[in-house]
């Protein structure tokens, strides 16, 4: 009669119990695929197209700049503006003393 240590499985055993685990999962794995292709994907079709403001940074050119050069028309004026009081001032400084 042989002795056999407890705790140790043979080698056969535990080969047999390995292969089991790995068709274990291979049988999961394709099962899941399985399922999964019945459930299928929602086609584009089904998608709900909204309409919404139109970002800013995808106008065109044009519509782009003529918001800029409206701006810049603004800052321009006021920096007018500003140079003809300038030029009063400065004018009125030269003729105050000769």
């Given at each position: 009669?042989?002795?056999?240590a407890?705790?140790?499985?043979?080698?056969?055993?535990?080969?047999?119990?390995?292969?089991?685990?790995?068709?274990?999962?291979v049988?999961l794995?394709?099962?899941?695929?399985w399922?999964?292709?019945l459930?299928?994907?929602?086609?584009?079709?089904?998608?709900?197209?909204?309409?919404?403001?139109?970002?800013?940074?995808?106008?065109?050119?044009?519509?782009?700049s003529?918001?800029?050069?409206?701006?810049i028309?603004?800052?321009?004026?006021?920096?007018?503006?500003?140079m003809?009081?300038?030029?009063?001032?400065?004018v009125?400084?030269?003729?105050?003393?000769?």
């Amino acid at each position: 009669m042989q002795k056999r240590a407890q705790g140790i499985i043979p080698q056969k055993q535990y080969a047999t119990r390995w292969y089991r685990r790995i068709a274990m999962h291979v049988a999961l794995v394709l099962a899941g695929a399985w399922i999964g292709s019945l459930v299928g994907i929602p086609s584009m079709a089904d998608a709900e197209v909204r309409k919404g403001n139109e970002p800013v940074a995808f106008k065109s050119g044009g519509e782009r700049s003529e918001a800029v050069l409206r701006d810049i028309v603004v800052i321009l004026n006021r920096m007018d503006g500003r140079m003809a009081k300038i030029e009063e001032i400065l004018v009125q400084a030269a003729n105050a003393h000769p």
